[in-house]
Each structure stands twice: as structure tokens, then as C-alpha cells.
């Protein structure tokens, strides 16, 4: 049992994609550790997703701060992935948040992972 903050388990039970992904595979996913019951050998690599010549690393975390809320994404093997959908630029994925045309490489701020900070996304076309 470990304890966690209210925070850091809403965070948690976003990262399952569906009721068969337990707490401990998106842990296990997150530290780059194997599924419990699976080796290394087996588990592909996850992929990154690339836009513009920009790649930003599968694991990846998005937000984007919208009229008073946090509004999260993440890279998930070779998608952006928001909420349920999949988006296929940074711009799509600031509309789908706004209703409206934004610059979503000014909209979204990334962490890397195993970064701890945050940074706008683009300061990463360089």
C-alpha cells in the first residue's frame, strides 16, 4: 500500500486507457519498467509522435492553463492523446480545448519524461 495525494491518483486513473489497465501498469509504464508478468524481450518500444520535425518522446506530458482550468495530454506510444481522442497537431488539439483557432505550438507547455519541468512547446521546433 503507498499513500498518494487526491492529485497524483486523478492523474493516475487518466493515464488508463481502459478498466484492464491496473494502477501498477501505468506506474510501471511511467518508470519504463516491464508489465508485471512480462519481460523486457517481449514489450515493444513505445513510440514518440512527431510533428513538424519535432518528436517529443513517448510519456510525454501536455497542459495547457484555459479560462481558470488545466487541460491535460500526453504522448502515448505515437499519439498525442486527449481525453478519449487522438489529435493530430498541436493546433487541433488547443482547438478542441478553446473552440477556436489557436497557435497550439504557443497554447501547450510539455514535460519531458523524466524531466521536472515544464516548457512551452515551442522551444522545441529549434
Same mark, same amino acid.
Given at each position: 500500500?503507498?499513500?498518494?495525494?487526491?492529485?497524483?491518483?486523478?492523474? &493516475?486513473?487518466?493515464?488508463?486507457?481502459?478498466? @484492464?489497465? $491496473?494502477?501498477?501498469?501505468?506506474?510501471?509504464?511511467?518508470?519504463?519498467?516491464?508489465?508485471?508478468?512480462?519481460?523486457?524481450?517481449?514489450?515493444?518500444?513505445?513510440? %514518440?509522435?512527431?510533428?513538424?520535425?519535432?518528436?517529443?518522446? +513517448?510519456? $510525454?506530458?501536455?497542459?495547457?492553463?484555459?479560462? %481558470?482550468?488545466? +487541460?491535460?495530454?500526453?504522448?502515448?506510444? %505515437?499519439?498525442?492523446?486527449?481525453?478519449?481522442? @487522438?489529435?493530430?497537431?498541436?493546433?487541433?488539439?488547443? +482547438?478542441?480545448?478553446?473552440?477556436?483557432?489557436?497557435? %497550439?505550438?504557443?497554447?501547450?507547455?510539455?514535460?519531458?519524461?523524466?524531466?521536472?519541468?515544464? $516548457? &512551452?512547446?515551442?522551444?522545441?521546433?529549434?
Amino acid at each position: 500500500m503507498i499513500d498518494i495525494s487526491f492529485d497524483t491518483y486523478k492523474q &493516475l486513473t487518466l493515464r488508463r486507457a481502459d478498466e @484492464t489497465v $491496473t494502477y501498477d501498469d501505468v506506474i510501471r509504464d511511467l518508470l519504463e519498467l516491464p508489465r508485471a508478468g512480462t519481460t523486457t524481450s517481449t514489450q515493444p518500444a513505445k513510440k %514518440g509522435w512527431t510533428y513538424k520535425n519535432v518528436t517529443f518522446p +513517448h510519456g $510525454t506530458e501536455l497542459r495547457a492553463a484555459y479560462k %481558470g482550468a488545466i +487541460h491535460n495530454a500526453r504522448i502515448d506510444d %505515437g499519439e498525442w492523446v486527449q481525453g478519449n481522442e @487522438t489529435m493530430n497537431s498541436p493546433s487541433e488539439a488547443a +482547438h478542441a480545448v478553446t473552440g477556436t483557432s489557436v497557435n %497550439g505550438w504557443t497554447f501547450w507547455e510539455a514535460r519531458l519524461p523524466g524531466e521536472s519541468d515544464w $516548457t &512551452l512547446i515551442k522551444w522545441m521546433r529549434r
